[in-house]
């Protein structure tokens, strides 16, 4: 097929890369702690860690892991926690044991973490301690048989340590109550290991190294199988693509978006990794006039985010005052980049907001606008080397240039499918290895591709994904509902928030009533931030809810606003 992207790449950037010249993840990781040992890797709330220290903590947990924790190569170790020094040490060593990672949202509620601890068969899971009461309400029922906890402040020196782990804990009182059995301290674990020897595995290029999980069509997540060949790619990609903006050993990428999200985890931790950069954790990029604080600590060359993150700190005080002089790379994901966001920001810092696009199933990188470019031109900008993109009707056939089509995508980023999900694998997988993305978009001569709707009914909060049928099956579970639909309605600071439309069985049912019963069932940004009264529900013949008719409403509604 044609490949008109390949005309516009910029100057330098080859066609294609070879996922196969490193052999692993791990190898990728142990050659970075090797030749960059002494430069800083990670920094957090003002305490760093270098890339030698990386190398030996995440060694000593490696090998509690596998001698302590009984476990073999292939089992599944969850982590759930925010942006900690723990986080990196935790993946660096789940990998090298030769287990696979499965990233856990730490806001979860009980039953969403259920179903990803049984769905995965999680064996061990490295959880922050404020998040052990969660953890602990649903853990009889799962495979879980180790659990590692940790403190905010662990990697601290010993003051700093003592002093944050106190205040968190019993003056600020971020930590309820817990009980659960048999738990290690993150700290003991790494002492115990140390006196053991981590034994070498071999790891193949074809082995799962992320459990990565996206919402799926019966409302419950599904895990993604990315493999080491898939997330080597997509750094050696993402690497290629900014061939000459980067400088190994040099750059400083901020990192707000959480590493459990798969765009943080590649692009900001394991790209940068690779080029020995130095990446500078924020915890909780909520707290604006924290996060501004942080920023005018570091002349930082790369930051990457959401529109909203974006949006949040230009209306932040101080903001304006930073020096960008270092800044370089500015790059949107998850979501949308509006095109006011994206002018501000390149009048605010003198560079451009460049947009990419993938998704989890792709490891996540697919496109990317081009590194030079000028202004923000809101398309997603071509495939990165070694990917194909075919714009295809609802038959799985090609359009013309510039007609809308379902994006499908061909690389060595896109997973091996979904875990223990054949059907679902089989649904999203055409022939040759095509992926069909679900977005709809559009391609120009230039082989540059526009967005232009999506074809499934997910909603995109801030980046995350929210699936209609998880929120229905939530609030379809109060017994004042008769019916419901889940929707996008769209949202200036998040892009799209929920909106549920409902048909009462109880007529005294109120919009607060069914928001407090999501409360308990529901991440928060899940939870419907509006909620609609109706006596009925647009259908089809066959009984089927309309929400595309009752999304469009929400965009007719909105637009005319």
Known sequence: MEKPWLQSYPEGVPETIDPDSIPSLNALLDEACSEYRDLPAFTNMGHTLTYGELDQKSRYLASFLQHHAKLSKGDRVAVMMPNLLQYPIAIHAILRAGFVVVNVNPLYTPR????????????????????????????????????????????????????????????KKMVPDWQIDGTVTFRRAQSQGKWQALEEVAVASSDIAFLQYTGGTTGKAKGAMLTHRNMVANVLQSSAWMRGSITPGRDIVITALPLYHIFSLTVNMLLFMRIGGHNVLITNPRDMPGFVRELGRYHFSMITGVNTLF????????????????????????????????????????CVLLQGYGLTETSPSASMVPLDAKDFDGSIGLPLPSTEFSIRDDDGKLVATGEPGEICIRGPQVMLGYWNRPEETAAVMLEDGWFRSGDIGRMDEAGRTTIEDRKKDMILVSGFNVYPNEIEDVVQGHPGVLECAAVAKPDEHSGEVVKVFVVRKDAA?????????????????????????RDELPKTNVGKILRRQLRDEEKKRASAQ
């Open 311 to 350: 949006n949040g700190l230009m209306n932040t005080e101080g903001f304006e005052r930073l020096d960008f002089s270092h800044l370089r790379i500015s790059v949107g994901g998850g979501m949308a980049v509006q095109r006011a966001v994206a002018e501000r920001w390149q009048q605010l810092t003198g």
């Open 112 to 171: 969403e973490l259920e179903h990803q601890l049984r769905d995965s068969g999680a064996r061990a899971i490295i959880i922050l301690e404020n998040f052990c009461t969660v953890l602990q309400q649903v853990i009889a029922k799962t495979e879980v048989g180790t659990v590692i906890t940790t403190q905010i402040g662990d990697m601290f020196g010993a003051p700093k340590r003592l002093l944050t782990n106190l205040v968190v804990k019993h003056v």
């Open 509 to 533: 049912l109120s919009a607060e009533d069914i928001i407090e019963h999501c409360r308990g069932e529901l991440t928060g940004y899940k939870i419907p931030r509006d909620v609609e009264f």
